[in-house]
């Protein structure tokens, strides 16, 4: 079943409290662990943590944002706001990205092994356990509300429950294969930003405008064809998405000696199948076709 943008909202607000609640107190656990161990590395990785909160503040601002209703600079709505979050989310991922092959490769080549007590290794698999059920829930809820912004955080929760976890096997391991952290580093540092380029590439490809799908205008083109056989035929159909709000404009091309009545009645019966096609506010421009005029593409 399709969620409402108020659902929506409730769950990303939802998510994003937990995560920054979670990532708060994960920073009070490593920075004090660190300390009592006297590790600058976990220290550093406490302020990390911290610096994750970002994202999910990112992500409840971007709903918030959406969810404003039109006014009279938006006639539209804010709905692209989420969007514009996810691209932001999607670009502190690549920095992520980016973050990670440096030191996967600093490691590499100064043969760096990873070196913490039993407790900052106990601490930061709890870490990784944690960090990882943010980003299965996180993933789960960007399935059901269809939102990029929150796939995107959780790729983010993912990333942390990586690097903890790779904190673990180089710390537990690096006697034998010292390599082994580099190595996986710079396999893990792929990975997140192949992810954060997609999010990317969705998010800006939606903010720029996309062509609606080629099915659903065949089947509205079949079926206004069929119902009312005199119509010369649909052109310039135009969906406009606005998160929770969808404009679709098209001109209607009917015989130039088609009664005006008759026109409005046809005009009105094809915004009632766009409507249920593409669920959104459809405006139809009657368009009559003059002797001799060649066909619009």
């Known amino acids: 079943m399709t969620m409402n943008f108020s659902e929506k909202k409730k769950l990303a607000y939802l998510e994003g409290y937990i995560s920054v609640f979670l ?10 662990v660190g300390r009592k161990v006297g590790s600058v590395a976990m220290v550093a990785d406490a302020w990390h943590t911290l610096s994750d909160t970002l994202t999910s503040i990112v992500v409840i601002i971007g709903f918030w944002l959406a969810s404003k209703p039109a006014d009279k600079e938006h006639v539209f709505g804010h709905g692209k706001a989420e969007s514009v979050a996810s691209v932001i989310i999607g670009t502190l991922l690549a920095v992520v990205a980016g973050n990670f092959f440096y ?30 059920g943010l980003a299965q829930f996180s993933f789960w809820a960007g399935k059901k509300a269809d939102s990029a912004s929150l796939r995107a955080d ?17 710390a537990l391991f690096s006697r034998k294969a010292w390599w082994l952290d580099g190595i ?54 135009h969906v406009h998405n606005y998160g929770d709000h969808t404009e679709v404009t098209a001109h209607l091309k009917v015989p130039g000696n088609m009664p005006v009545d008759r026109a409005h009645v046809i005009a009105t019966r094809v915004e ?25 593409s």
């Open 154 to 170: 959780g790729w983010h929760h993912r990333s942390d429950a990586i690097a903890s976890i790779l904190i673990v096997f180089g």
């Open 184 to 237: 996986m580093g710079l396999g893990v540092s792929i990975l997140i930003l192949q992810a954060s380029l997609e999010i990317i590439r969705h998010s800006a490809s939606y903010l720029i405008g996309e062509s609606p799908p080629q099915d659903k205008v065949y089947r509205v083109s079949a079926s206004v064809r069929e119902e009312f056989p005199e119509l010369e035929g649909i052109h310039h159909l």
């Open 103 to 132: 030191e996967s490769i600093r490691r590499l080549i100064h043969h760096q092994a990873m070196k913490f007590s039993e407790l900052a290794i106990l601490v930061f698999a709890i870490s990784s356990l944690i960090k990882e």
């Open 23 to 32: 990532n708060l107190g994960l920073f009070f656990l490593k920075f004090l």
């Open 272 to 296: 009632e199948l766009m409507k249920n096609e593409f669920n959104g506010d459809v405006t139809i421009h009657v368009e009559p076709e003059k002797h001799g005029e060649e066909e619009d």
